[in-house]
């Protein structure tokens, strides 16, 4: 049994809501305490990760124009430097397990990602 089983649509649907979260978060958890970054860091990157996903070519993306393969990537890349920011940026408290815990939760998902066969891509389409 494969313990994949984010597909490019449970994907999708988590996209929107984590942007928004990494957004709004930063600042109901008034992060910065250790660092501004630690509160800007995570806002930037919701506003990156809201436009990644309009763009990206999957059935909720607006504009379809970057492959799936890159928004993965992204995610992956996204994953790592959360969790090495705490450490490179000096994020300590509440600041540096913010992002501790995001990234580890980016890179799990990015990990269970169940590749689509050709036959599922076709049937994805809503």
């Known amino acids: 049994m494969d313990p994949r089983f984010v597909t490019k649509t449970v994907h999708a649907f988590l996209d929107y809501p984590v942007a928004l979260s990494l957004m709004a978060t930063p600042f109901l958890l008034q ?3 250790s660092n501004p970054l630690a509160l800007w860091l995570a806002v930037c990157t919701g506003v990156a990760a809201f436009a990644l996903t309009m763009f990206t070519d ?10 799936y393969s ?9 994953g790592v430097v959360f969790l ?6 000096g994020f300590s408290g509440i600041d540096a397990w913010y992002y501790w815990i995001n ?13 689509e066969t050709a036959s599922s891509e076709a049937t994805v389409h809503i």
């Open 70 to 78: 890159l928004h993965l990537a992204v995610d992956l890349a996204v």
């Open 31 to 33: 992060l910065g305490s």
């Open 103 to 115: 990234g580890a939760a980016v890179l799990f998902v990015v990990g269970l990602h169940k590749p």
């Open 84 to 89: 090495l920011a705490p450490i490179v940026l």
């Open 58 to 67: 999957h059935h909720l993306g607006l504009f379809r124009v970057l492959p």
